[in-house]
């Protein structure tokens, strides 16, 4: 079973998109650190990179394979969670929280994403 | 013979650590010993200026020829390899290496053959790479080849490198490969190294190209698509006489990856299926040594239309004074790509297994490597169903997820296998397939061993659901437990210091 708290949005891709005043943190859903295993490399863009809606921003590499990570908003990267560059197993001990993976100042909406009674049934659906 | 005494039979008393040759060193120790020069020796200055020499001497083992026999001797014990048991790692190709080949290699007058010998003196060999790339352009329809790449990865780059040429020849700048999502995991880092990029295209639901999605793809900055056929899924691309319609009509080249060329060798061929571009992998179909470093052969084919880009020297025949040459008389070659002519025992070795089996011989390979994996297929069905409905070709892709909901995965049943005897099959790989189990038996496998592997299989499906913590710990047989996976990919150590 995996956990999909309520408060953040959800891409089909299983990234995790939360509004957090004028910015948008971004990170890997549960399942989606799940399916990888153990996460042994987060590779992040720099702040003021430009990113897009449903194209690769990043990677997450664990010891089964390396996957793209899809930005869920467009915008500009304000900022990349260090810690978790430095500490990949950030993302499998708390995807929702200190495993975060970046902060994007958007310049679309979160329109187009699940809620999480829509990202669960997916889940329950795959 | 039980687990246990199989273990014992490789004499490793549990729990014995294995010290390093370095650690094994005692200083002074000899494996040699040579008798008094008899002869004025020049002082080393005259040989080799002081600047030029080091300051301290490397420090090497000091061991005598014993702790060094024995060292290794034990070392190759602790390894699994085809001469043991069966390997039946897919995508892989681990098939009995057959000893004729190697009495081949080691006749003295390949052996001990120099590389810088004139043409005139390595007739022989010269005729041997010339009649081995005749019966290599036989088995995949094309028009020339090259020995010289090492490896299948590097048939790629070469590949890609002469699909570059021609484009640049037509002058039309195209940067971008296609590449299906059930492909080999080594194509994009190709795609990447030569300069292009990678775009993946998806599988349909019968794991095939989905032709619309390619279709989509297409366009004139499309340079070519990496295929291999059967794909990773261990399932024929039905279509592909369509994909190279598709793929010639925007003017991009199609490239044959031919990892799975052990399924269709002998039965068809890359080149009658459109195919510009095909490298093999001597070390998998054509039975050379593979895994623990071979090393490998990865000959690159093109039609006629590429053959002039082929990497020089390329070996012709001399009709009028009827004799092998090197040709380097070649303007539009990409140039060379390995030093001398590629691996040449290598190349020995797979002429042996070709002329040991000929034609028909060859199409029996192909026909017994399906059979036998069609047939385990079905022996695990029920446990390990696979991804994708109906016959596959020389190997399947199962996967271990129903057995997720008893807390064990793939890895698990990978790791238990070896408990059992058996080398494991690929695991995760191709992506597409959840806890992908990838299951290539080969064709020198028996019934008697394939009914085994199965048994194996089977059993550790219902120690999943009566004992999964078996499964969690294995292996336990093995003198190097399971390692923490995560933590060595986290904090690499790979160069041992002495204290």
Redesign the interface.
Known sequence: MSEVPDDRQYSKEHEWAKEDGSRILVGITHFAQDQLGDVVFVGLPDAGTEVEAGKPLGEVESTKSVSDIYSPVSGKVGEKNAAVEATPELVNRDPYGDGWLVSIEPSGSLEGLMDSAAYQKLLDES | MSTLERSAGTRIPEGETFPLIFERSREGRRAWSLPEVGVDAPSLDELIPADQRRAAPPRLPEVSELDLVRHYTRLSQRNWAIDVGAYPLGSCTMKYNPKVAEDAAAMPGFSRLHPMADDDLAQGALELLGTLEKALCNATGMARLTLQPAAGAQGELTGLLIMRAHHKKQKSERRRVIIPDSAHGTNPASVSLAGWKAEEVRSDDRGLVDLEALEKALDDDVAGIMLTNPNTLGLFERDIVEIGRMVHEIGGLLYYDGANFNSIVGLCRPGDMGFDIVHMNLHKTFATPHGGGGPGSGPLAVSDRLEKFLPKPVLSWDEGAERWFWDDDRPDSIGRIHSFFGNFGINVRAYTYLRSLGPEGLKSVAEHAVLNANYLRVLISEAFPTAYPGTCMHEFVATAKPLKKFGVKGMDVAKRLIDLGYHPPTV??P?VV?EALMVEPTETESKETIDGLAAALNQIAHEAETDPDLLHNAPVTTPSRRPN??EA??HLKVRWTPE
């Open positions: 995760y790989f992506l959840e996976e995560a990919a986290r």
